[in-house]
């Protein structure tokens, strides 16, 4: 399942990260365009980090819609299907996708205290 080995890679992460430390929340942005299914990657992570000996983190997923810089007519907009990176104004696929293909883990908390886990600036609060 595409989700248990994503859920393996999450907790091979914060597992470096947490060093020993108790695990209470892992916080993952996933792109609307990684064909990652939310409830399904929940589940999986439920059996793995129990398997991974951190029975008490919580997931939490920051989901990021995907959006496209359209090469035809220079618009930058979302989009609504996962299926297609087409541009929403003109219909082109002449498009870069600027966002929606994010997977990684951004922070966690251990303890009291909070890892940022990722070299990005990423927003809190
Ligand atoms: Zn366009």
Redesign the pocket.
């Known amino acids: 399942m595409h989700e248990l080995s994503l859920c393996q890679a999450i907790a091979g992460v914060v597992k470096s990260h947490a060093a020993g430390r108790r695990v209470d929340v892992v916080r993952v942005q996933v792109g609307a365009l990684r064909q990652v299914v939310p409830d399904s990657l929940s589940f999986c992570w439920t059996l793995v980090r129990d398997f991974a000996g951190m029975e008490d983190a919580e997931l939490e997923l920051q989901l990021v819609a995907g959006a496209v810089s359209?090469r035809?007519?220079?618009?930058e907009?979302e989009i609504a299907s996962r299926f297609s990176v087409a541009?929403?104004?003109?219909?082109?696929a002449d498009?870069e996708v600027i966002r929606g293909e994010e997977f990684m883990v951004t922070s966690i908390e251990v303890g009291e205290v909070e890892v940022v886990t990722s070299s990005k600036g990423t927003e809190h609060g």
């Open positions: 359209c035809s007519c220079g618009a907009a541009c929403p104004g003109c219909g082109s498009v």
